[in-house]
């Protein structure tokens, strides 16, 4: 059984920065295409960015262009997602996800990022 724990969420101010980790257990994420989503209080969850682990790129929300990176470490089974240059309308749950196929298949709890102007 796949489980993904997220991490590392918390409070910060305007222009700090925050890294999530997604550590992941019951599959290798080496080979997995892994992705972050968020949801905003009263708002649908969103696509953030993703992976396909082949080395393709990431796949990357405009509005995170240039201040969000994903990366995976495949020796601790575990995904991160560095976020620079935090704005408030960052703030949000923030969902690691891995997709089979073509559907977002397995989920973690979430962690609650805050973002203070």
């Known amino acids: 059984q796949v489980q993904l724990v997220d991490s590392g969420g918390g409070l910060v101010q305007a222009g700090g920065s925050l890294r999530l980790s997604c550590a992941a257990s019951?599959?290798?994420?080496?080979?997995?295409?892994v992705g972050w989503f968020r949801q905003a209080p009263g708002k649908e969850r969103e696509f953030v960015i993703s992976?396909?682990?082949?080395?393709?790129?990431?796949f990357v929300r405009d509005s995170v262009q240039g201040r969000f990176i994903i990366s995976r470490d495949n020796a601790k089974n575990t995904a991160y997602l560095q976020m620079k240059y935090l704005k408030p309308e960052d703030t949000a749950v923030y969902y690691c996800?891995?997709?089979?196929?073509?559907?977002?298949?397995?989920w973690g709890q979430g962690t609650q990022v805050t973002v203070s102007s």
């Open positions: 996800s891995v997709r089979e196929s073509t559907t977002w298949r397995y």
């Open positions: 992976s396909d682990g082949r080395g393709d790129g990431a």
């Open positions: 019951g599959r290798a994420l080496n080979d997995s295409h």
